[in-house]
């Protein structure tokens, strides 16, 4: 994430992101699912701004920033009451902190909910790492990691130092990734979401014998041919069986010249690894007149 100060207060950028590997290894008793995935921040981020106030409140208001499409309606699902990761992380910090301090906050969101990004839980990384600068907590990294892992499993990716990394257990352990070549991708998002509970429920352990090591062995030779056939999604599966809309998407790629393309997450976002900037936007501008009423042109951050 990205942090500049100016008159308005403290502003995090808080990036989305995408699986580009994801095999399930397990069930696990708790109720979750033992994973291993290889998430990557890409250059599409929601803005946060943080202003102190004199009370001890935490103010949030929500701004949709979605581009007008006449294929059907992305709004923001992000609700501005206490049941928002944001004031959720908010309270947390205040509470392990013991202090009393409030903060008006505003979230203008680009990244869609439901749809595999990761925005809620980008927004939520970023309201620890920027109330606790605001508010002069001092609080170090891990025990930031530590308020992010009872939030949700994706946050400590968010809070980590590096843009790729490989995450097991249920996404919140974290091996950082170097990777010294940037990839080129264009997203999709139908209209409709999915429900990562619900995806979840209808998947099973993975025995394709996919591997999170071959995938990054491709991923760090730079070579995108090799990174495209070693991108795996074992929630896929369960998702194309709930959605339609995902079905269509992963047609709609089938017919484009991208190196490789698959699912993000949960869903209902999919995407594809494009040999350049020029060709992914000549592949955007198909899937728009296509129909798909979100489309975005990124690359995956440095």
């Not at 920033?65 to 009451?81: L, N, T, V």
């Not at 790492?129 to 992010?148: C, D, I, S």
Request: charged share 20%.
């Amino acid at each position: 994430m990205l942090c500049s100060t100016s008159d308005r207060g403290l502003i995090v950028l808080a990036p989305a992101k995408l699986n580009l590997f994801l095999r399930i290894v397990a069930r696990r008793s708790d109720g979750f699912h033992e994973i291993e995935s290889v998430m990557a921040a890409v250059n599409l981020y929601d803005t946060l701004t943080f202003q102190p106030i004199a009370s001890d409140t935490i103010e949030l208001n929500v701004v949709d920033a979605f581009p007008r499409s006449s294929h059907g309606a992305i709004r923001s699902e992000a609700p501005a009451g206490p049941t928002n990761l944001v004031v959720r992380a908010a309270m947390l910090l205040k509470e392990h902190a013991g202090c009393r301090h409030g903060t008006r906050i505003s979230l203008i969101k680009r990244i869609p909910s439901s749809a595999g990004l990761g925005g809620g839980s980008s927004d939520c990384a970023a309201t620890l790492e920027g109330l606790n600068r605001l508010w002069g907590l001092g609080l170090p990294k891990h025990e930031l990691l530590q308020l992010a892992g009872r939030l949700g499993s994706d946050i400590p990716f968010f809070l980590g130092k590096s843009t790729v990394a490989l995450c097991t257990g249920r996404g919140e352990i974290l091996e950082p990734v170097r990777v010294s070549t940037a990839l080129h991708l264009v997203i999709a998002k139908p209209a409709s979401g999915l429900s990562t509970p619900a995806v979840y429920r209808g998947c099973h352990p993975d025995t394709s014998g996919q591997s999170a090591e071959r995938f990054l062995t491709a991923l760090q030779t730079g070579m995108i041919g090799r990174v495209a056939q070693r991108l795996h999604n074992g929630l896929q599966a369960p998702a194309e069986t709930l959605s339609s809309d995902v079905r269509r998407l992963r047609s709609l790629f089938e017919q484009e010249s991208v190196v490789g393309h698959q699912m993000s997450g949960s869903g209902s976002s999919y995407f594809g690894v494009c040999r350049s900037r020029r060709h992914a936007i000549g592949v955007a501008s198909r899937l728009k007149s296509a129909g798909v009423p979100w489309v975005q042109v990124v690359r995956s951050c440095p």
